[in-house]
């Protein structure tokens, strides 16, 4: 059964967290901790095997609480107490930070992979033919092949079957490399854009993490992925020079001078005007 209690956050070792801190968030949960208090407890855990020096707690899941409770000076803090070792702890902090929807899309890729890497090391790799080395008592544990393994996932993060296999095809797919280098772009909590960059095959994704180095805006490096844009063929280039003098035609004066200054021609003579009526004359 779980401890509560209010202990100080010196007593607390934080360790290395699944995702990294984002400082402009902490500061809004440091807002909202100040005027409302703590509402949700951090989970921690007692370090096993206690040095010298060493603190007696764990951090399991609630790092962006207890930095922000750090933020606005408190010394201590509210935490229930689990009991679990290094691999549950990992278990619980992705629970929970699924569950309270914290995540952006590239951070629940990540989190989701690493549950289920997690529960392979529980309970074996899954395989076509399933979990031969779980015992039975661990039935309700065991990855079974396809879509039952997708099924325990979800019910045990309390995400739907969408968010799952967009979640997978991301974490599956992504190269450690440009999964790193989208950190602080506006491409992680873009979706779609993380779903188009894990189709890239690795050579190209190392070569995109390469270019958001540079600069990290996405949108020229997505434009860049699609190659550069075919010129129109030579019937093409007809059609649409008829089209732009047979507009040009229809103009009036106004439109017309309009048009010459946008393109730079601004014409007070009135000869461009001119010799763009000789062209409609000559392509009829």
């Given at each position: 059964?779980a401890?509560?209690?209010r202990?100080?956050?010196?007593?607390?070792?934080?360790?290395?967290?699944?995702?990294p801190?984002d400082?402009?968030?902490?500061?809004?949960i440091?807002?909202?901790?100040?005027?409302?208090?703590?509402?949700s407890?951090?989970m921690?855990?007692?370090?096993?095997?206690?040095?010298?020096?060493?603190?007696?707690?764990?951090?399991?899941?609630?790092?962006?609480?207890?930095?922000?409770?750090?933020?606005?000076?408190?010394?201590e803090?509210?935490?229930?107490?689990?009991?679990?070792?290094?691999?549950?702890?990992?278990?619980?902090?992705?629970?929970?930070?699924?569950?309270?929807?914290?995540?952006?899309?590239l951070?629940?890729?990540?989190?989701?992979?690493?549950y289920r890497?997690?529960?392979?090391?529980?309970?074996?790799k899954?395989?076509?033919?399933?979990?031969?080395?779980?015992?039975?008592?661990?039935?309700?544990?065991?990855?079974?092949?396809?879509?039952?393994?997708?099924?325990?996932?979800?019910?045990?993060?309390?995400?739907?079957?969408?968010?799952?296999?967009?979640?997978?095809?991301?974490?599956?797919?992504?190269h450690?490399?440009?999964?790193?280098a989208?950190?602080?772009?506006?491409?992680?909590h873009?979706?779609?854009?993380?779903?188009?960059?894990?189709?890239?095959?690795a050579d190209?994704?190392?070569?995109?993490?390469?270019?958001l180095?540079?600069?990290?805006?996405?949108?020229p490096?997505?434009?860049?992925?699609?190659?550069?844009?075919?010129?129109?063929?030579?019937?093409?280039?007809?059609?649409?020079?008829k089209?732009?003098?047979e507009?040009?035609?229809?103009?009036?004066?106004?439109?017309?001078?309009?048009?010459?200054?946008?393109?730079?021609?601004?014409?007070?003579?009135?000869?461009?005007?001119?010799?763009?009526?000789?062209?409609?004359?000559?392509?009829?």
């Amino acid at each position: 059964m779980a401890d509560f209690l209010r202990t100080p956050i010196a007593k607390i070792h934080i360790g290395e967290r699944l995702r990294p801190i984002d400082q402009a968030y902490v500061e809004v949960i440091a807002a909202s901790m100040s005027q409302r208090g703590q509402i949700s407890p951090i989970m921690i855990r007692k370090t096993p095997a206690k040095g010298k020096g060493a603190t007696p707690y764990t951090l399991v899941a609630g790092g962006y609480r207890i930095t922000a409770a750090t933020l606005l000076g408190w010394t201590e803090i509210d935490a229930i107490v689990v009991e679990a070792d290094g691999l549950e702890a990992q278990l619980l902090e992705i629970s929970e930070n699924l569950y309270r929807n914290e995540l952006n899309p590239l951070d629940r890729a990540i989190f989701v992979m690493k549950y289920r890497e997690l529960w392979e090391e529980q309970h074996g790799k899954i395989t076509a033919g399933g979990d031969q080395k779980s015992k039975p008592h661990d039935a309700d544990l065991i990855f079974a092949p396809g879509r039952e393994v997708a099924k325990q996932v979800q019910e045990r993060l309390g995400i739907s079957s969408d968010k799952y296999e967009r979640a997978v095809r991301i974490g599956r797919n992504m190269h450690p490399t440009l999964r790193q280098a989208l950190r602080g772009t506006e491409a992680e909590h873009d979706q779609s854009k993380l779903l188009k960059l894990a189709k890239l095959p690795a050579d190209e994704q190392v070569k995109v993490a390469a270019a958001l180095k540079e600069n990290p805006d996405i949108k020229p490096v997505l434009q860049w992925l699609k190659g550069p844009v075919a010129a129109p063929a030579a019937a093409d280039q007809a059609k649409i020079l008829k089209t732009l003098t047979e507009a040009w035609e229809d103009a009036d004066e106004d439109t017309r001078s309009q048009f010459l200054e946008h393109i730079g021609l601004a014409d007070p003579s009135g000869e461009m005007a001119a010799l763009m009526t000789s062209i409609r004359s000559e392509a009829a």
